[in-house]
């Protein structure tokens, strides 16, 4: 995964919109060969809801890769905090022997790990 200096400075400095970093992580999960899902909320008459039913907290993304290993990202922004249904689901994941990671805006070593792919 290559990236610009420009556009690694933006990402180590915290200046790339959440939406810009959700595309990062899709796109290095496409380029390493893994299939995945992302849920992401939508506008709604009463604000931002995400469709689901069941255990709230379920992780922003889910991933296997070419190898079968399942992975799970939760995704936050630099202040964001994992909330506690959230870490529940986490650590059911991890458990259950899949790789699990808390990206943020810049963490691309912890992004190339969570892929697999090459830190250049």
Do not use: N, Y
Request: charged residues 25%.
């Amino acid at each position: 995964m290559d990236l610009s200096v420009q556009e690694s400075r933006r990402l180590l400095h915290g200046s790339v919109p959440e939406d810009e970093w959700e595309s990062t992580v899709e796109q290095a999960l496409k380029v390493t060969g893994h299939l995945f899902v992302h849920f992401r909320p939508a506008m709604v008459k009463g604000g931002w809801r995400t469709a689901l039913s069941g255990t709230p907290g379920f992780p922003d993304l889910v991933a296997i890769g070419p190898d079968g290993l399942i992975k799970v990202a939760e995704l936050k922004t630099l202040r964001g905090e994992v909330k506690p249904e959230q870490q529940a689901w986490l650590d059911r994941f991890k458990g259950g022997g899949a790789l699990v990671v808390v990206l943020r805006p810049g963490q691309h070593a912890e992004l190339a790990a969570f892929v697999g792919a090459r830190v250049c």
